[in-house]
């Protein structure tokens, strides 16, 4: 089984801590490809434990009130890319990812819903605010030093190309 086929967790686990606080965040995130089968993976400086100084990710954030994960994934397209989407030219979600992390700077768990959407962009198009981005095919993923999250990223990747967007969600793990 590889880490894009693990299956989505029947309970989620809490702090063990009962006296810190937990903030539920849903988040929608794009799978940016270019023609050349590679993904947008932009840089963060790490705020939570166990990951290191920094890691690479999908563009996306969190889903504002009253907003659709869609709605809130094109937006953050437009925020952190300048790319203009509407809502339904992202399709249909083709993964899902669900992770518990502890923040550095409060020490508050964060448990994050993910849901991911794919689309296809010409770099030209996309309009980046520094040069801390990487254009990465899964194997390049896999081969690169910085930290990839989720860590099931390469294998969703292979496993898009191969077969195309799935009927339901693909659950990864974080």
Known sequence: MTIAEAPRPA?????????RTTIRRRT????????????????RDAKIRDVGD??????????EPGETPAAAAAR??????????????????????YSLQQRIDTGAFVAADDTFFMLRADPAAIALPSPTHRWLDPDAMDAAPDR??????????RR???EGAPETPIH???
């Open 54 to 63: 920094r890691y690479l990710h999908t563009p996306g954030g969190g889903l």
């Open 11 to 19: 309970a989620r686990p809490e702090p063990d801590d009962p006296g």
């Open 76 to 97: 953050e397209l437009g925020e952190e890319l300048g790319l203009s989407v509407a809502p339904g030219d992202l399709g249909a979600p083709v993964a899902t990812c």
């Open 160 to 162: 898009l190309l191969a």
């Open 172 to 174: 990864i793990r974080w």
């Open 28 to 43: 929608a995130r794009a799978l940016v490809l270019d023609r050349r089968d590679r993904a947008l993976l932009l840089h």
């Open 148 to 157: 990839i999250l989720p860590r099931g990223l390469p294998d969703l990747l």
